[in-house]
């Protein structure tokens, strides 16, 4: 397997964008949402007026042909695409829930990643806020990865999803309720393992966009290095680690590898007396031959184990760009299982659901915009002019430092996921600070935190939403309260972690934001002995505040380092956490919130040391 290779596209940075103009346009079922990268059943306004349960799926790109693929009657009623390896963002979801979101019910099928997790479930969470409930919206998450089956935060969600389309878009077409159609999704327990000799290639800018380039770099490889001579059992679909090398062997030891950890060890969820079905799924870099010859040798193991095999499919049904590998599914058959799987589709990347052949001689839309900047209302509780030049000051300063930091970051981020989390916080950094362009008045401390997590909502991947959870969550939390009052504050911030901990799954020792997060939580409760911020313009009052901060980073910056010892437990690092070199560096997202913590402390330490000064700008 090359470690660098060329694509056939015009740019790495409209890859997504391109890709899914050119599947609508030879699918004239389908319509395209450009913006939000939203494929839309054409009919879907029909689909809600006949009173069916509408379908929405979405991820990250990379994984072709889900889920766009999966659009159309009989399947999804939208699928969300968001850039390579990266979930959509919470806007890009909430538009297409604003349009499919049905009398009937919604039915929102999300793979278990901290991501999609993250900014589906904040979405959702949102799109009922809005209609006060009056569509009722249900997720359905997948974890069927069985490498990752004892994980804290349960298994990933990998190639079982599809089959969760599948069945639960024939139960919609059938006119089934929303609550019988979650019934059914309860009782679906797929299991997935994956073979591969090597890692899934990204486009890179430098080698798709500059004329001197002559091949395209991987992401920063995730775990051991492949050999020649070597296949990984277990890997992820966004080049996670797997959890066992061998030395390479006949694929018919592959397969029994694969398959004799799927069934014996899971016999409730794969082995039921009556069938079992059977994906065989290329995750993007095989050839037909591989994947006929893996189909033969799956269909051959059942046969030696005197198991049935109630109906095969074969494809490429979720893949990892072109990662040389394939994944075998099994889920328990049942005879509504079984129709619901053959019932007709008019998605053309359906592969179809085949008996095995006991002949043959192996026996086997409209466009939605984004609300602008919201304003304040005149009956927000508002901080004093003085108040409100620091808030801005420490708020801009602390953009900056992320900004600068980002290749530190995407460094630390790099030896344990994609090395993305720098230049994801420099464009959070970099969008936030055109609040503090457009809005000078810093006053009004909840309607800027709003502003800041309808921002971090439209960055996608983790980081943006949990970022967009904490400011949601502390905008919530300063709500008609008198900002003034430092408890306030304390008490909106400890609500913003509680909010954060729920949706991430995050504890503190996890080696995690969090982490840093909660030394920051620690460190200001002293601020609640000061009494009102009411007279922040007097020295002695700012001198004690900035006092706090300053310790409260210290400590912030500590608890960020002491990371680099602690066992990864949630993110993309919880799948690398048996890397010797892990240890090495600490969280990338703990750092994240040292640095802009530490540069809004320093901001009023320098406020506090020139009395009479005018605030930093």
């Known amino acids: 397997m090359p470690t660098n290779r060329n694509y056939f596209i015009n740019s790495s940075q409209s890859v997504v964008d391109e890709s899914l103009a050119g599947y609508t346009l030879s699918q004239p079922l389908l319509f395209l949402v450009q913006k939000e990268r939203i494929v839309l059943r054409k009919d879907f306004e029909s689909v809600k007026s006949k009173g069916q349960v509408t379908i929405l799926s979405g991820g990250g790109s990379g994984h072709e042909p889900s889920h766009a693929g999966y659009v159309g009657r009989g399947m999804l009623t939208a699928?969300?695409?968001?850039?390579?390896?990266?979930?959509?963002?919470?806007g890009h979801i909430?538009?297409?829930?604003?349009?499919?979101?049905?009398?009937?019910?919604?039915?929102?099928?999300?793979?278990?990643?901290?991501?999609?997790?993250l900014n589906f479930g904040l979405a959702i969470d949102q799109f009922r806020a809005e209609t006060n409930g009056a569509v009722k919206v249900e997720m359905v998450l997948v974890e069927d990865d069985w490498a990752t089956r004892n994980s804290p935060v349960g298994a990933r969600g990998l190639c079982g999803t599809v089959l969760f389309h599948k069945i639960l878009g024939a139960m919609a077409e059938e006119g089934q309720s929303l609550q019988a159609i979650i019934d059914i999704a309860s009782t679906l327990r797929p299991s997935t393992l994956a073979a591969a000799l090597g890692h899934a290639t990204i486009p890179s800018t430098a080698s798709q966009d500059s004329p001197a380039a002559s091949s395209s770099e991987p992401r920063s490889d995730p775990g051991e290095s492949f050999t020649s001579n070597t296949y990984e059992i277990g890997l992820g679909i966004h080049n996670e680690p797997g959890i066992e090398q061998r030395t390479f062997e006949p694929v018919?030891?592959?397969?029994?590898?694969?398959?004799?950890?799927?069934?014996?060890?899971?016999?409730?969820?794969?082995?039921p007396a009556d069938g079992t079905i059977v994906v065989v799924n290329n995750l993007g870099g095989l050839t037909s031959f591989e994947v006929n010859i893996v189909t033969k040798e799956v269909v051959a193991w059942f046969q030696a184990e005197k198991l049935t095999v109630s109906c095969i499919i074969t494809g490429t049904l979720m893949s990892s760009i072109d990662m040389p590998g394939?994944?075998?599914?099994?889920?328990?058959?049942?005879t509504d299982t079984l129709r619901r799987l053959n019932t007709a589709t008019e998605c053309k990347c359906w592969p179809g659901v085949l008996s095995v052949n006991p002949n043959c001689n192996f026996n086997m839309t409209p466009r939605h915009d984004s609300e602008s900047t919201t304003k304040a209302p005149d009956s927000e509780a508002?901080?004093?002019?003085?108040?409100?030049?620091?808030?801005?000051?420490?708020?801009?300063?602390?953009?900056?430092?992320?900004?600068?930091?980002?290749?530190?970051?995407?460094?630390?981020?790099?030896?344990?996921?994609?090395?993305?989390?720098?230049?994801?916080?420099?464009?959070?950094?970099?969008?936030?600070?055109?609040?503090?362009?457009?809005?000078?008045?810093?006053?009004?401390?909840?309607?800027?935190?709003?502003?800041?997590?309808?921002?971090?909502?439209e960055i996608g991947g983790t980081t943006g939403a949990l970022y967009g959870i904490l400011f949601s969550a502390f905008a919530n939390g300063l709500s008609a309260q008198d900002v003034r009052n430092p408890r306030v504050w304390l008490d909106a911030f400890s609500g913003a972690l509680e909010k954060f901990v729920?949706?991430?799954r995050a504890r503190p020792g996890d080696r995690s934001m969090l982490d840093a997060l909660t030394a920051i939580s620690y460190g200001l409760?002293?601020?609640?002995?000061?009494?009102?911020?009411?007279?922040?313009?007097?020295?002695?009052?700012?001198?004690?505040?900035?006092?706090?901060?300053?310790?409260?980073?210290?400590s912030c910056r500590v608890a960020a380092e002491t990371t680099r010892v602690m066992t990864a437990v949630v993110g993309r690092a919880s799948y690398s956490k048996d890397r010797k070199d892990l240890r090495k560096v600490p969280d990338a997202g703990a750092v994240a919130v040292s640095v802009w913590f530490t540069a809004l402390a320093e901001v009023l330490q320098a406020a506090a040391a020139v009395p009479g000064s005018d605030v930093p700008r």
Do not use: W
Request: with cysteine.
């Open 525 to 554: 409760c002293s601020l609640g002995s000061l009494g009102s911020f009411g007279s922040l313009s007097e020295i002695g009052d700012l001198v004690a505040i900035a006092e706090v901060l300053t310790k409260t980073a210290k």
């Open 502 to 504: 729920r949706y991430s």
């Open 79 to 90: 699928a969300v695409c968001g850039d390579i390896f990266a979930s959509p963002p919470v």
């Open 382 to 457: 508002h901080l004093t002019d003085c108040q409100a030049k620091l808030f801005r000051s420490a708020f801009i300063q602390a953009c900056r430092a992320v900004s600068a930091a980002e290749a530190e970051l995407n460094y630390l981020d790099s030896v344990a996921g994609d090395g993305d989390c720098g230049t994801t916080m420099a464009e959070l950094a970099g969008k936030t600070l055109e609040i503090a362009e457009e809005t000078t008045d810093f006053s009004a401390p909840r309607t800027i935190f709003l502003n800041l997590s309808n921002v971090a909502a």
């Open 252 to 271: 018919k030891q592959i397969v029994s590898t694969v398959l004799g950890n799927l069934l014996p060890q899971n016999p409730d969820r794969c082995v």
């Open 94 to 117: 909430l538009t297409a829930l604003r349009l499919i979101g049905s009398a009937a019910g919604t039915v929102v099928i999300v793979k278990n990643y901290t991501g999609d997790r």
């Open 326 to 334: 394939f994944s075998i599914t099994v889920l328990r058959a049942t």
